[in-house]
């Protein structure tokens, strides 16, 4: 409980309301045992009073002999499963290894070449101003009113 207070005081400073349940609820635990209670309710009050960092210290040192005193986790305490031998490294390149590197380089230049030989005659700009040119021209007037010009 006191540690998951000390989680909730690093994680938000700001809002104490959370490590102050954990704190009560450590408080009310039957078992107490390598828990100072004394620098409990004194982290309790410096928390309460504004002071979280001086709380935070009271909490870590109100549990400090009980950490102290643990052995560290082994085997499946931690959580975790049998450790199982490494994985052999990679040897070199196999008769599929090469022929998939053959084949995908083939599809590579087979693209590029594909993307030249169909390219189009003209590029994007020079398409550009052709639009441009024909928009322009439809929207002109004829020849013979662009002139001022009277018809006779």
């Known amino acids: 409980m006191v540690q998951q207070a000390l989680g909730h005081l690093v994680h938000d400073p700001g809002n104490v309301g959370p490590a102050l ?11 107490q045992e ?4 004394v620098e409990l309710q004194q982290a309790k009050a410096a928390i309460r009073a504004g002071n979280s960092a001086q709380g935070r210290a009271l909490l870590q040192e109100s549990v400090a002999v009980a950490l102290s005193t643990l ?13 199982l031998d490494p994985l052999p490294p990679r040897g070199g390149l196999t008769g599929a290894d090469w022929g998939f590197l053959t084949v995908s380089m083939l ?3 087979t693209g590029l070449f594909l993307a030249y030989v169909f390219r189009p005659h003209q590029n ?6 052709l639009l441009a040119w ?10 013979h009113e662009r002139s001022g010009r009277k018809e006779r």
């Open 21 to 31: 349940e954990k704190i009560d609820a450590a408080l009310a635990a039957p078992d």
């Open 34 to 37: 390598g828990v100072s209670v």
């Open 71 to 83: 052995k560290p986790a082994t085997g499946d305490e931690t959580g975790t499963t049998v450790v």
């Open 107 to 109: 599809a590579v230049l």
């Open 124 to 129: 994007v700009r020079e398409l550009r101003l």
């Open 134 to 143: 024909k928009h322009r021209r439809q929207n002109l007037p004829p020849q």
